[in-house]
C-alpha cells in the first residue's frame, strides 16, 4: 500500500520522467567518454578523418546546442502556461491535472532536460583531444529535440480545442469506470443475512478514525479482505472513494476485535490526498465533464454545443457505469465468512451528479433541455431493465423543472417528441 501512495505521488508530480531523462543523460556522457577514449584509441589510424572532431569545433557545438535547447524549453513552458490558463478560465481547474498528467508533455521536457545536460557536461568536460561519439550523439539529440519541439507545439493546440479534450476525457473515463467496477478477487454479494449481521454488529467495536484531512484517492478492497481475514474481523467502511474527509472523521469499524489491533496500518488501507484523483473516482470523470458544460452555457461563453457536446458525453460515460455497475453492499472470504460492510454509491447518485448542476442552470436553454431528455432515452435504449427503470424514475426531476406553459409552440413539440420517444422505450405512458 506505501508503494501505491508513492506511486500516486509521483504520478501526480512533474519532475520525475525528466530526472530519469537527466540521469540517463549523464550516463551517457560518462558511457561516451569512455568509449571515446577506448575506440580513438586502438581505431585511430582506420577512423575516417571526417568522423573525428577537433576539441575547438566540439565546443562550438555544444555551446550553440546548449543555447538552442534552453530555448526551446523556455517556448515550451510559455505553451504550458498559455494551455493552463486557458483550462482555468475556459474549461474547468479540475482538467488541469489531465494536461500535467500527459506522457507527451512530461516526455518532451525529459528529452529537452537529457539534451541540455548532455550537451553542457560535454562542454565543461571537453579536453584537447579528438572527439568521435560525443558530436555524433549531440547530433541525433538535437534532431530529436527538435522533433519534439514540432510536435509538442501540435499536442498543445490539440489539448486547446474543447472537443479533443472532451473526447479525452471520455476515453479516460471509460477506464477509470472499468477500474473502478473492477471488483476484488473476493466472493462479492448484494445481500446478506441481516440476523447475522444484526449479531455482528453487537460484538466488541473499534472505530478507526481518519489521520489526515483530505479527499479519499483509493480504497485497496483486496488487501482489507485480506487484513479482516488475518485478524479474524469484519470491517465496515464508512468512506467512498471521492469523500472529503474531515480529521478525525470515523472511516470504519472494526466488529468482533478480540485482541488490539493497529489502527494505524489499517488506516493506510485507504489512500487520502489533498485533491480528488481519477484513479478510482468515476464520479470525479463526470464531474470534468459537468463543469466544462457549466462554462459552455455560462453567460460570459454561450458555447451551448460545446455544452451539448458534453452531455452526450456524460451519457455514454453514464452508459458505461450502467454496463459495469455491481451494487456491491459485502465481500467474503473464500469461505462465505463475512469480511467487509460498505454502502457503495448508487447508479441514481451517478446520475443526479451528472445532471443537477446542468439543469440548474441550463433550464432556459430550450437546447439543453432537449439534450438532456434525448441522452436519457439513448441511456434507456442500451440499459437493461433494471438500469432503464432507474433511469425513468429519475427523468421526472429533469422533466418538472421544464415550464412547458412558457415554451414557443415548436419548442413544445420539439421537446414533446423526443419525449414521446422516451417514453415509449421505457415502456410508460405517462404523458405530460
Not at 51 to 63: D, H, M, Q, R, V
Request: charge should be neutral; proline fraction near 3%; glycine fraction near 4%.
Amino acid at each position: 500500500m506505501y508503494q501505491k501512495k508513492f506511486w500516486m505521488k509521483v504520478r501526480g508530480s512533474y519532475w520525475f520522467v525528466p530526472l530519469l531523462y537527466g540521469i540517463t543523460s549523464i550516463l551517457l556522457v560518462i558511457g561516451s567518454m569512455f568509449a571515446d577514449k577506448w575506440i580513438i584509441g586502438s581505431f585511430k589510424d582506420s577512423l575516417p578523418s571526417i568522423l573525428l572532431t577537433n576539441s575547438g569545433i566540439a565546443k562550438e557545438l555544444y555551446g550553440s546546442l546548449v543555447t538552442a535547447i534552453l530555448t526551446m524549453t523556455t517556448i515550451s513552458f510559455s505553451v504550458i502556461m498559455v494551455v493552463l490558463t486557458t483550462y482555468s478560465t475556459q474549461f474547468s481547474p479540475r482538467t488541469l491535472q489531465d494536461f500535467m498528467r500527459s506522457k507527451m508533455t512530461h516526455h518532451v521536457l525529459g528529452v529537452y532536460c537529457f539534451g541540455f545536460i548532455y550537451a553542457l557536461l560535454n562542454l565543461v568536460l571537453a579536453g584537447k583531444e579528438n572527439t568521435f561519439l560525443g558530436p555524433i550523439f549531440m547530433v541525433f539529440i538535437a534532431i530529436t529535440s527538435l522533433a519534439f519541439f514540432i510536435y509538442f507545439i501540435h499536442h498543445s493546440a490539440r489539448w486547446l480545442q474543447v472537443n479533443n479534450l472532451v473526447g479525452k476525457l471520455r476515453k479516460d473515463a471509460t477506464r477509470v469506470i472499468r477500474d473502478t467496477f473492477k471488483g476484488s478477487h473476493f466472493p462479492e454479494n448484494e445481500k446478506w443475512d441481516s440476523e447475522e449481521i444484526k449479531k455482528i454488529k453487537q460484538t466488541n467495536m473499534e472505530t478507526i478514525y481518519a489521520m489526515n484531512p483530505g479527499y479519499v484517492q483509493h480504497v485497496e478492497w483486496t488487501e482489507l479482505i485480506k487484513w479482516a481475514i488475518k485478524k479474524d474481523c469484519v470491517i465496515e467502511v464508512q468512506v467512498n472513494t471521492g469523500d472529503f474527509l474531515p480529521e478525525g472523521y470515523p472511516i470504519m469499524h472494526v466488529y468482533q476485535v478480540e485482541k488490539k489491533i493497529n489502527k494505524k496500518e489499517i488506516n493506510h488501507l485507504l489512500v487520502v490526498g489533498q485533491e480528488r484523483t481519477d484513479i478510482q473516482d468515476a464520479e470525479f470523470m463526470l464531474q470534468k465533464l459537468v463543469e466544462i458544460s457549466l462554462k459552455a452555457i455560462s453567460p460570459a461563453m454561450n458555447d451551448p454545443h460545446t455544452a451539448i457536446n458534453c452531455i452526450n458525453r456524460i451519457g455514454t460515460a453514464l452508459a458505461d457505469i450502467g454496463r459495469h455497475y455491481k451494487e456491491i453492499n459485502y465481500f467474503s472470504d473464500q469461505e462465505g465468512q463475512l469480511r467487509i460492510m460498505r454502502t457503495p454509491k448508487k447508479f441514481e447518485d451517478y446520475l443526479y451528479k451528472s445532471f443537477y448542476q446542468i439543469m440548474n442552470y441550463g433550464k432556459d436553454d430550450v437546447s439543453i433541455l432537449y439534450s438532456l431528455i434525448e441522452v436519457l432515452y439513448n441511456l434507456a435504449l442500451v440499459s437493461d431493465s433494471n438500469i432503464k427503470r432507474k433511469i425513468w424514475d429519475f427523468h421526472f426531476y429533469i422533466i418538472e423543472g421544464i415550464n412547458w406553459d412558457s415554451l414557443h409552440e415548436m419548442d413544445r413539440n420539439h421537446l414533446s417528441h423526443i419525449y414521446d420517444k422516451f417514453k415509449a422505450c421505457c415502456n410508460m405512458e405517462k404523458t405530460t
